[in-house]
């Protein structure tokens, strides 16, 4: 690797700040502009990260200074990103947001002091002009947070827009207003009740949203500012250490992975690999069975109520399941992935 990996973190003042989606429509802005993005996301989050995925072509990583430690999430950043032309870190919540009320543990703002990355601030400037400097000042004094510039989302009009970058500019001008978000109908996506709709149920919709958000963004927010921004972090990240231990067991680990179960760290997957397992994924909703000679199998989470009448005529994959069940080999499944394996599923 050569030298340090130019980074920076795209936090949100709030949650429904517009952060992921405005996340999403920059990564898909800069590889369009030729670079080779390497995504991650704050904390414990299958939906959000698959979006960065669509966007970039690469698994997003997952950062979370709560289940790990300092240097495991210091050796995930290198792991993913060592050979990216830069990293975007999309935060949580808001900055600030955490394990508890008073300390950093878990947050956004944690992740960005463990990475020594800049922080570009995404501001809900709905109806507010001067009120944006107060709440950008709030944010870099309370914890004296590297905020080093700001977006401004959901702005109405240009004197919206200049009223809220004079203000900027005479009470923190330090920090750089990068650009500015409209309200444009390119934007709106669909949500559900964990978040955004996740992708791998309209690749192709999707991606052609992206495409359209991307052009937005592009428009209103500076692209060479931000990568200039991400090109002076400071400070050596560190080699960190593997959250995980290599121990050599050859099997094969049967993954269930389509539409309606997708919701998978691509971590865990890579530790199995390197433990010696090979995985291999299938399809429930396409009735594919488990593979006939899986170990174990992996059942991840997702929407399997979604696409109930697919898998109820899913016979052949049942079959292929019970028997892993009923041979004692090791299944373990999680969310979506364990009501799939009750009796019976009333949706509705």
């Known amino acids: 690797m050569k030298g340090e990996v130019p980074r920076v973190v795209i936090a949100g003042s709030s949650s429904a700040s517009g952060k992921t989606v405005i996340t999403a429509a920059l990564l898909r802005a800069l590889v369009r502009e030729g670079y ?46 060592s050979d990216a032309d830069l990293a975007v870190v999309e935060g949580v919540r808001g900055l600030y947001e955490g394990i508890g009320a008073v300390g950093v543990r878990g947050s956004t703002y944690h992740v960005s002091e463990v990475l020594n990355a800049p922080i570009v601030l ?33 702005i109405r009009s240009e004197v919206h827009l ?3 970058v004079r203000a900027l500019s005479k009470f923190v001008p330090e ?6 978000v409209p309200r444009d109908e390119r934007l709106k996506v669909e949500y559900r009740h964990l ?24 428009e209103g927010v500076d692209i060479d500012a931000l990568v200039g921004l991400a090109e002076e972090a400071s400070g050596y990240v560190g080699p960190g250490e593997k959250p995980w231990r290599v121990e050599e067991n050859p099997c094969t680990v049967a993954v269930a992975r389509d539409e309606a179960f997708n919701f998978y760290y691509p971590e865990n997957l890579q530790a199995l690999e ?23 199998l992996y059942l991840g989470g997702g929407y399997p109520e979604l696409f109930a009448s697919e898998l109820e005529g899913a016979e052949d994959t049942a079959v292929s399941i019970r028997e892993m069940v009923e041979s004692g080999s090791p299944v373990y499944a999680e969310c979506g992935g364990f009501m799939y394996l009750c009796e019976r599923l009333l949706y509705g």
Do not use: M
């Open 36 to 81: 080779d993005v390497q995504p991650f996301k704050v904390g414990p989050d299958y939906i959000d990260p698959s979006y960065h995925h669509l966007a970039t072509g690469r698994p997003c990583g997952n950062l979370d200074t709560f289940l790990f430690k300092e240097d495991h999430v210091k050796w995930l950043f290198r792991n993913l990103a």
């Open 122 to 154: 995404v501001v809900d400037a709905k109806s507010l002009t001067k009120s944006v400097a107060a709440v950008v000042k709030g944010f870099r004094e309370l914890e004296g947070a590297n905020i080093v510039g700001v977006i401004l989302n959901r």
């Open 162 to 164: 200049r009223k809220a």
């Open 175 to 180: 920090v750089r207003v990068l650009g500015h």
């Open 195 to 218: 978040g955004l709709v996740p992708t791998p149920e309209r690749l192709e919709e999707l991606d052609r949203w992206l495409e359209g958000a991307a052009d937005v963004v592009a």
């Open 274 to 296: 390197e433990c010696g397992a090979d995985v291999k994924e299938f399809s429930p909703v396409a009735d594919e069975p488990v593979p006939p000679d899986a170990d174990a």
